[in-house]
């Protein structure tokens, strides 16, 4: 078992950044493909960004490329989600979640799933 916490959500200003935290707890946070999602009030859940197992190789959906920057710590059990840039349409409830099968997961089926950080974008 994962258990997954984020924290660091909030309101920001359109332009704003912020910084999404994941801490996990449990089974071996390094042998997990980590990632983000976000869901929308009236939308799916969508994918956001994904990392392999050391960091070493990134995920991004279109709409987070080049704004967000997912990184992990191996060391402190923490996954990480930098947004920059941040506009009306990031606002979302974000999740965490763990997964063992990395394409799998970035399709939205990941083994551990966190309770979700709000984040919300003012115009």
């Known amino acids: 078992q994962v258990q997954l916490v984020e924290s660091g959500g909030g309101l920001v200003q359109a332009g704003g950044s912020l910084r999404l935290s994941c801490a996990a707890s449990?089974?071996?946070?390094?042998?997990?493909?980590m990632g983000w999602f976000r869901q929308a009030p009236g939308k799916e859940r969508e994918f956001v960004a994904t990392?392999?197992?050391?960091?070493?190789?990134?995920y991004y959906s279109a709409s987070a490329k080049g704004r967000f920057t997912i990184s992990r710590e191996n060391a402190k059990n923490t996954l990480y989600l930098h947004m920059n840039s941040l506009k009306p349409e990031d606002t979302a409830v974000y999740y965490c979640?763990?997964?063992?099968?990395?394409?799998?997961?970035?399709?939205?089926?990941?083994?551990?799933w966190g309770r979700g950080t709000q984040v919300t974008v003012s115009s």
């Open positions: 979640a763990a997964g063992t099968d990395g394409n799998a997961c970035r399709r939205g089926v990941c083994d551990y």
């Open positions: 449990g089974r071996s946070f390094s042998t997990y493909v």
């Open positions: 990392t392999t197992l050391s960091g070493g190789v990134t």
